[in-house]
């Protein structure tokens, strides 16, 4: 069965302190992983696309990697702004498309 | 502006009493989805469509219905709704041919069924 878990649960940094998500998958043959971030209350928000491992993406303090089991979120001397929930999922190739989401992390930033 | 448009964004109700949460789109997508959020168990898709008159069951469609008369419309309907249907619930929308990272959601509605 495709499945997606996320780790840990939740994690509380002190601003500044780096750290990395863990978001490890099994599925039948990936076609995308992809990293979303949520603020309490709102929709998720699109942060990067991963399709092979040994990739990586970054955007501001944020890195994704990519390997043949998981997908690590580094968070590099994060900010209070940086506090939200990420969430991971998956596509597999014979899925339709269809996304497999984890659970999430909560993130927070203590300044 | 690309934009996902829900409405209610807060409701509660009664068991039993039929409601509709509608989601609008205005960038001409073809994909379009419903997901529910409850604590720790992370978004959980009910139903999606593909494109007009094609609708497909997620994975966990019980108690609910969609339409999809109109491209930029999706909503979705609960018959009877039941206090296990208290929920956040998202509409999301994809082009179709993408592989997922130009899905954009909705500001989420919030349902408390007592």
């Known amino acids: 069965e495709d499945q997606v878990t996320q780790s840990p649960e939740a994690l509380r940094l002190q601003e500044g302190e780096s750290s990395s998500l863990n978001c490890s998958y099994t599925?039948?043959?990936?076609?995308?992983l992809f990293w979303y971030r949520q603020d309490p209350g709102k929709g998720p928000e699109f942060l990067f696309t991963?399709?092979?491992?040994?990739e990586e993406k970054e955007k501001e303090r944020l890195k994704a990697t990519l390997t043949k089991k998981e997908s690590f979120l580094h968070i590099t001397a994060p900010k209070p702004e940086d506090s939200a929930t990420y969430l991971c999922?998956?596509?597999?190739?014979?899925?339709?498309?269809?996304?497999?989401w984890g659970a999430g992390t909560k993130l927070i930033i203590k300044p | 502006e690309a934009q996902v448009t829900q409405n209610p964004r807060y409701l509660i109700t009664v068991t039993g009493k039929k409601l509709t949460v509608t989601c609008s789109q205005n960038?001409?997508?073809?994909?379009m989805s419903w997901y529910r959020q409850d604590p720790g168990l992370g978004l959980r898709q009910i139903y999606y469509?593909?494109?007009?008159?094609?609708?497909d069951k997620g994975d966990v469609p019980e108690g609910y219905k969609v339409s999809r008369k109109e491209k930029r419309n999706f909503p979705l309907i609960l018959e009877s709704p039941s206090p296990n249907q208290t929920s956040l619930y998202f509409c999301?929308?994809?082009?179709?041919?993408?592989?997922?990272?130009?899905?954009?959601f909705g500001e989420g509605s919030w349902l408390t069924v007592v």
């Open positions: 999301a929308t994809k082009d179709r041919g993408s592989a997922g990272n130009t899905i954009y």
């Open positions: 960038m001409n997508h073809e994909y």
């Open positions: 469509s593909m494109n007009v008159e094609v609708t």
């Open positions: 599925v039948s043959g990936l076609r995308g």
């Open positions: 991963l399709y092979s491992a040994g």
């Open positions: 999922a998956v596509t597999a190739m014979d899925s339709n498309y269809q996304l497999i």
